[in-house]
């Protein structure tokens, strides 16, 4: 059975105005065959690429689009949206069960909607002779990686579509070098070069590093992401969030807390001998620097992974604090990094009795669809949600604080996610509260997240600087 959707019964009339500057995207859009979408999360991107497509092909200059996507948000937000902005269009959501059974010749749909995975078998699928299609790439930094199976297929795939929109609001979270592989899927490398060594070479600096000058690592030149942004300005939309919604301020609070002193000193001991005691008498230990620097945040968390695929409880005043947080605002997100933070929050809000719902990879899509429905609707006191998992494509715009227990270092994630509640639709303030514990590995994570979000900000300035209208 497959997932083609009729049209739906909404008059074209009851589709609601697009806001300025989506209008301005559109724009781009018809007159950019290939364009990059850089705009923040929460300006409504994945509207704009459906009102463009709609009008192209009213205008008989294309014929379908095809959207690749996270999988958790292909019903949730891109059906969703399709339903709501685009009535008058077919959709049909592929899945990797159905795979060609979805796409014609077998369904004839409008837009085709799948995961970014699916790219690995879509290489072998070629659109019906004649056709003109649009590709889309939502949150394409999953194709940042040239060498990926995904990343090799789609840059096959590609070159069967003359229409192609990449977006994402953080291009660059971990550097200008996730920047090449997303340029080259929509210019075949017009603009960065059509070789990743020569485009290192131009922006980074190689630097030895580790014992002995065995590692290398690749630096940021000076004005690396001015020369980025220059070079990419003539195929890049970009609007700030704060510049074109009248969303209520957000504001980030550091919440510093000191270990109990039991726990202090076995943290201590997991960084000095790279093995700490459980109050069980099992011995916990870190075989690699990268596994203990991994053990002293879990540690911090108040849960250690103990290598037979369990974990052993040290504390629990930081889940607590984050509970009693919780319970201090009417509704909330909170993020969890590891299956133990998550068991534990759960439990403490389970013997709280607050109104919960988690969602990470573990939950199928139609429940995480009851659960940001019944927390919109004022029905939960919390999301817990892992990032990896709710990064994306969510609008959770009754919650007012995003909550932290513990730091993550991808920035991506973690703009990503705070933006959950911090998108349009927000009425109230919202408050990102971050949690880190003093003297530990917490406060350098902190410090390398806010490294990468000045980086990425930088650059994300210099495109709206060089490539975006003023919005009104």
């Not at 590609?158 to 994402?168: A, G």
């Not at 940021?220 to 609007?239: G, M, Q, S, W, Y």
């Not at 290598?307 to 009693?324: H, I, M, N, P, Q």
């Not at 013997?351 to 199928?364: A, F, K, M, S």
Request: hydrophobic fraction near 40%; proline fraction near 5%; charged fraction near 25%.
């Amino acid at each position: 059975m497959t997932n083609i959707s009729a049209p739906a019964i909404i008059s074209r009339a009851d589709v609601p105005p697009l806001y300025e500057h989506q209008e301005q995207n559109v724009q781009f859009k018809l007159t950019h065959p290939r364009m990059i979408d850089g705009s923040d999360p929460g300006t409504g991107k994945s509207r704009t690429c459906l009102e463009a497509f709609a009008r192209l092909k009213a205008a008989n200059q294309v014929d379908r689009m095809l959207v690749l996507a996270p999988l958790s948000i292909l019903r949730p937000s891109w059906g969703k949206d399709c339903t709501e902005f685009t009535p008058q269009l077919t959709y049909s959501v592929v899945t990797a069960k159905e795979k060609f059974k979805a796409l014609p010749p077998a369904v004839d749909a409008d837009i085709y909607v799948t995961n970014h995975d699916a790219v690995k078998w879509l290489k072998d699928w070629r659109p019906p002779a004649g056709e003109r299609w649009v590709l889309v790439i939502d949150e394409a930094p999953a194709f940042k990686n040239r060498t990926s199976q995904r990343s090799k297929a789609l840059a096959h795939l590609r070159q069967y579509f003359e229409w192609r929109w990449p977006m994402s609001g953080t291009l660059n979270a971990n550097g200008v070098l996730d920047t090449w592989h997303i340029a080259f899927l929509t210019d075949d490398g017009e603009r960065l070069g059509r070789q990743f060594w020569g485009f290192r070479a131009q922006v980074c600096t190689p630097v030895a590093t580790g014992p002995g000058g065995q590692y290398t690592e690749w630096q940021e030149k000076p004005h690396a992401r001015a020369i980025v942004a220059d070079r990419l300005k003539d195929i890049v939309f970009r609007v700030k969030f704060e510049d074109c919604l009248d969303v209520p301020e957000n504001v980030t609070r550091h919440l510093e807390v000191e270990l109990p002193p039991r726990m202090m000193a076995q943290y201590r001991q997991l960084l000095r001998e790279a093995a700490v005691e459980h109050e069980s008498g099992a011995m916990i230990t870190a075989i690699h620097a990268g596994a203990k620097a991994q053990k002293l945040l879990q540690l911090c968390s108040g849960a250690i992974y103990d290598g037979e695929g369990g974990y052993k409880v040290f504390d629990t005043s930081r889940t607590d604090l984050a509970l009693d947080l919780i319970e201090q605002r009417e509704q909330s997100v909170c993020a969890f990094l590891w299956k133990h933070q998550r068991d534990l929050l759960v439990e403490g809000a389970r013997q709280r009795g607050l109104r919960y719902g988690v969602i990470d990879g573990e939950t199928p899509v139609k429940e995480r669809e009851v659960l940001v429905a019944r927390f919109q609707a004022g029905d939960l006191n919390v999301i817990f949600a892992h990032p990896q998992s709710a990064a994306h494509g969510l609008t959770l715009t009754r919650g007012t604080a995003t909550i932290w227990p513990s730091p993550t270092s991808n920035a991506d994630h973690f703009q990503q996610f705070n933006r959950r509640i911090y998108r349009a639709g927000q009425k109230q303030r919202t408050e990102t509260i971050c949690i880190s514990a003093a003297d530990t590995r917490e406060k350098q994570v902190y410090e390398r997240l806010d490294g990468k979000l000045v980086k990425m900000a930088e650059l994300n300035s210099l495109l709206i600087g060089l490539t975006t209208p003023t919005i009104h």
